[in-house]
Nanobody, 125 residues
Framework: QVQLVESGGGLVQAGGSLRLACAASRPIFSRQTMGWFRQAPGKERRFVAEISWYDAITFYADDVKGRFTISRDITKNTVYLQMNSLKPEDTAVYYC??????????????????WGQGTQVTVSS
């Protein structure tokens, strides 16, 4: 099983930026998809963005579209989430996850097969 380790979380003021990284313990197969989810206290885990590993097709949740960018570096087995124009409502634990499918747009958490431990992002007003 692939192990995922997130990094890059922290405290930032509203309007600021952060870049999260998620490193996989071994190469990710081309027919897989990597994604980011987030979970605020007392709320369900929600989809943020995903990217197909083979051809870098991306898909975003409506509330982050235009502010967040997901990307991947195949040579480093790493997926990134660049977050700009952050808002207090973006505060959450952010999780990286992998899906053994290249299907983009099927974004419920139970479609993902393996997860990282999460990294906290806090946006102050």
């Amino acid at each position: 099983q692939v192990q995922l380790v997130e990094s890059g979380g922290g405290l930032v003021q509203a309007g600021g930026s952060l870049r999260l990284a998620c490193a996989a313990s071994r190469p990710i197969f081309s027919r897989q998809t990597m994604g980011w989810f987030r979970q605020a206290p007392g709320k369900e885990r929600r989809f943020v963005a995903e990217i197909s590993w083979y051809d870098a097709i991306t898909f975003y949740a409506d509330d982050v579209k235009g502010r967040f960018t997901i990307s991947r570096d195949i040579t480093k087995n790493t997926v990134y989430l660049q977050m700009n124009s952050l808002k207090p409502e973006d505060t959450a634990v952010y999780y990286c996850a992998g899906k053994k499918s290249s299907l983009i747009g099927d974004v419920t958490p139970n479609t993902y097969n393996y997860w990282g431990q999460g990294t906290q992002v806090t946006v102050s007003s």
